[in-house]
């Protein structure tokens, strides 16, 4: 191989005596494709570290060398043979290539909006702009220019409707293959600071997930910060149509339900929660995690803590989860209208075929440690003379289908 890349480009070179250009997408898929084998995987890395070093022994033939790929393994794991490449990703003067400015938008599309506002159907050119914005802006990798996803705005325009083309267009398998594992560690990574040396990291047998997801674009850099001579960046999802397909990818890969299914659970949810109505959340939680099949069911309670936050998100709830108060962590935290609910989730192992009595003991004494951890901790205290009525509420799983749950209701004041 190596010999027939050389001849390749130095016969291009001597036909029409300029030096080539080299475009390489997707570099990295050789190893994605089989990151839950290392082995494999490392392998792979092996043959693409000796291929670029091909590319820098032609390197008086070459004008320009130019890589893609999701993840960012690092230059010594993969590019330690083609040691001037420069990673441009996080480069101010590039930060704006890969997307289209709100600013471009009259420029480029202003007929297309014009047409769509005469129609009425999303309001007017302002009401347009703004939704496109909701759904398709936000990208950044600066922390301060924003570009709109193209594939996606142009996807609207063809179909004169907002929706998830980049959930449409795939999802990599191998992140959800990872989140599985570690069902927490999707929880708390909106809002997270961390550090410009984190997101370079990626290495095959230790993978962050945070730098995964900012590195397949599911988070993108919200603020850029300067402590000192260190940088940082602030994450955050960049849009409705991420958020989206996100949670929706969260769900499927760990209920396995059909979206019908799901689309009714979600209703369900939805009014029992605008109502006030604690039974009705049970029961339809109830259903949900009964429909899940025993071979991808996780027995821990991050998994169950996980699918509720998924749920809370596609029904556009904005829920905080692992939410720092004085007294400690809240596993959920959600605010609709006139109401607060303060959610702690317990998971606890009980013997296939316990009798009932010893399921209603666990049941018990975990729900009333549960309860009494809110209370103690002051998990409410924020809602306090907010007007609101503020709902402690702790949920105990003892499998996919063995679920109570306690509460207290206290009205707003």
Not at 105 to 117: M, Q, S, T, V
Not at 147 to 169: H, Q, R
Not at 232 to 256: C, G, H, Q
Request: proline content about 3%; overall charge neutral; charged content about 25%.
């Amino acid at each position: 191989m190596r010999t027939r890349i050389k001849t390749l480009i130095g016969e291009l070179a001597g036909k029409h005596g300029k030096r080539v250009v080299v475009l390489i997408d997707e570099y990295d898929k050789p190893i994605l494709d089989h990151i839950n084998d290392a082995e494999t995987a490392e392998a792979n890395r092996d043959v693409l570290r000796g291929f670029f070093g091909v590319l820098k022994s032609m390197d008086p033939f070459i004008r320009l060398t130019f890589v893609t790929g999701v993840t960012k393994f690092t230059k010594v794991s993969v590019f330690s043979g083609l040691n001037n490449l420069r990673d441009i990703t996080m480069s101010k003067g590039y930060a704006g290539i890969c997307g289209i400015a709100i600013k471009d938008l009259d420029k480029y599309f202003g007929a297309h909006i014009e047409r769509l506002a005469s129609l009425g159907k999303y309001g007017g050119t302002c009401d347009i702009k703004g939704k496109i914005r909701k759904w398709y802006d936000g990208y950044s990798w600066d922390g301060e220019s924003r570009v709109i996803n193209p594939f996606s705005l142009l996807g609207f325009f063809s179909d004169e409707s907002f929706e998830s083309y980049w959930y449409a267009s795939g999802t990599p398998a191998f992140m959800m293959s990872l989140i599985k594992k570690k069902p927490a560690s999707f929880l708390a990574f909106q809002g997270l600071e961390i550090s410009k040396r984190a997101l370079d990291t990626f290495d095959v047998r230790k993978m962050n997930i945070v730098p995964l997801l900012f590195q397949t674009g599911y988070l993108t850099v919200d603020e850029k910060r300067v402590r000192g001579d260190q940088e940082s960046y602030l994450l955050k999802m960049p849009n409705l149509e991420v958020r989206e397909a996100f949670y929706l990818n969260i769900l499927a890969d760990f209920t396995d339900n059909d979206e019908n299914f799901t689309e009714s659970a979600y209703w369900k949810i939805k009014e029992a929660l605008k109502a006030g109505g604690l039974q009705s959340l049970l029961e339809a939680l109830r259903a949900l995690f009964a429909s899940i099949p025993y071979e991808i069911h996780i027995p821990r309670e991050a998994y169950y803590h996980s699918v509720f936050y998924a749920v809370m998100n596609l029904l556009g709830f904005d829920v905080d989860a692992e939410v720092s108060v004085s007294g400690g962590r809240v596993d959920a935290v959600l605010e609709l209208g006139d109401k607060a609910y303060v959610m702690e989730f317990k998971y606890e192992d009980c013997a296939p075929g316990a009798a009932p009595e010893a399921k209603e003991k666990i049941f018990d004494e975990a729900l009333a440690k549960a309860m009494k951890q809110i209370t103690d901790r002051g998990y409410a205290k924020k809602f306090a003379g907010g007007g609101k009525t503020v709902y402690q509420v702790a949920f105990e799983f003892l499998g996919r289908d063995d679920i109570k749950m306690a509460y207290t209701a206290t009205e707003g004041s």
